[in-house]
């Protein structure tokens, strides 16, 4: 393959090669289960403690023992929520908000079908919740709190730790999808009301299938998974034990990097965004630009179609994604681009470049050249673009017949 | 990413008859509601002889969509206009060497704008009367309003008969939750409830003699395998396409696939819903294969 430039870190991150090296060795010599008591063994406990406590100076957990390790963030997202179920049964609500991803927003849908009532939030246009609304949701049958830190697509914050304290004063427990926000803004959990937290390795240069549900000590708590003792008995299952300690390593290296991510990554992410808007005529940024991850920047380009922007960047060696329909199986249009009221000729032509440590300027500065000519070239396809400029009044000069 | 054939790229890449016609004299604009695609197509019609003498497309959608769009004005170029109206969306998908199941609505708008064009022309109303629902099965390509109208033309009672009839949910099973919905729902609004426990009753005249285990004569059992054939093929010639059983070699069913269905993505997919109606009738394992690959 030849390298590229890699935009799609929400998606997922290349794992670090001294993330990699630090695994190697269990795979291949203490491979043995951390809970036998002999020398293949022996080492990987001790690992394992150090990963646990990477992991907790990452995110400021206050306990070694508040970190569960999980084989992913949507393992973390369903223990939280179905434990808070569980635990609280003469509860039966749920907050959560239009924009989560998948892992909360199925889950929700699917305890719906089971008499559970779900309260969802919505969101403005710049992606961002009514505070008042969300207070008066808050009550006695409320089980659980669940609201993502940052969304995967726009990379917009919401205010969790405000929420959080809200959801304590009234006796409600919180739960917050940080999968897309740690190792990329700091936290420091010990602080703040949040009593349950899900991360994913594979979003900050660890591998894929390893996750941490954050559960504050003196949380009521009830396993997903029941079996042996590991995690003491909060999640059972032999431990991931390589990957445990690679995510270890990588939250090491992502604390190690927190103010670099915050001025060099950011400082990319901008000179991105300056660059496009400057280059592209109608195209916006959507979401809160003022409060979102220094990482992400999703741009809607009018009238044109996201996967086709794509396919010719990809073309270029360039890779991104995009809200699209046509992107997904599913046919549906993001629903985070809906739930923001993005116009669908926008929606649709909506693409998220998202940056880690590992890119350069330079490779800035080819996007910045390459986007400009591709989008040209679809609006000159486009029924809705004509001689260099959007059709007056698009929606009536063309106005297809919908099947 | 979607795995395009290599006709699908080269169209999208290098569209062909991009743009209006400056001297149209018909013009189709139709949409897909369930992707947010849209497709213009203008005509340069010979009014003497309805030859389409050019054809031009202008197209806001995915990559499938602009290549659907560009083969469609490379195909009508020289046709009249009721050679033009047969072409199905299934020789647009043939034309592009296969669409993905997910991707043939793109092959459907393209003929919707050649209807709404040649009506343009002969000032005729087009109207849609095609409704597309959501995609359920994924593996046989069957949408919500397929399934529901099974359910009602049959009273289908269970998933099992509505992969019966329909084949959805017959592969990888990530679609019964979805049937299920969809059962219940109909079966609602006549008042019945979807009952997960029914028996598989499958109508009691269609109720097959249980099979008397292994011991078929070879003839019999090529008769019976002919038998399956010959109920499907209605079927695959519905699609445009045929089914020829060519030859078995003990567990091996070698069939000739043609027209519509050769090449085409869904090839496989009414292979292995042959494979499955044989198996149920045998009551052995058999594999159904494509005569190419039967060795010389
Ligand atoms: C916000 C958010 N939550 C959850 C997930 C799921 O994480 P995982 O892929 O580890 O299950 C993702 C990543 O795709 C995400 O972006």
Redesign the interface.
Known sequence: MTKGIYLDNNATTMVDKQVVDEMIPYFTEQFGNPSSMHQFGDKVGRAMKTARAQVQALIGAEHESEIVFTSCGTESDSTAILSALKAQPQRNEIITTVVEHPAVLSLCEFLEKDGYTVHYLKVDKKGRLDLEEYKKLLGPKTAIVSIMWANNETGTLFPVLEMAELAHAAGVMFHTDAVQAVGKIPMDLKKTKIDMLSLSGHKLHAPKGIGVLYLKRGTRYRPLLRGGHQERGRRAGTENAASIIGLGLACDMAKKHMEYENSCVKAMRDRLEEGLLEAVPNCFVTGDPDNRLPNTLNIAFE??????IL??L??QGIAASSG????S?S?E?SHVMRAMDIP??A??GSIRFSFSRYNVMDEVEEVIKAVPPIIEKLR?????WSNGAPVENPEAA?????? | ?WDYSETVKDH??N?RN???LDDANATG????????????LTLKVDPETEIIQDAG??????????ASSSALTEMVKGKTLDEALAISNQDIADFLEGLPP??M?CS??GR?ALQ?AVANYRGEE???D???G??IC?CFAVDAVMIEDTIRANSLKTVEQVTHYTKAGGSCSSCHEGIEEILTKVLAETGEAFDPETPITIDPAEVKPAVKKGKLTTVQRILKIEQVIAEIRPQIQADRGDIELVDVEDKKVYVKLTGACSGCQMATATLGGVQQRIIEELGEFIQVLPAELQAA
């Not at chain 1, 699209?324 to 992107?327: E, G, H, L, W």
């Not at chain 1, 063309?398 to 099947?403: E, K, L, R, V």
């Open positions: 009238f044109v179609e996201g996967e086709a396919m010719l990809n073309k699209s329909a046509c992107t199986g046919l249009p669908f000729t929606a649709h000159k396809l486009s029924p809705y063309f106005a297809p017949t919908y099947s | 990413m999208f890449y569209p991009a743009g209006a604009d139709v949409g897909s509601i369930s992707c947010g695609d849209a497709l213009r497309f202008q197209t806001f959608g995915c990559g499938s969509a602009i997910e991707k609505h459907v708008m919707e709404a087009w109207a849609d095609h409704e597309e959501a995609l994924k």
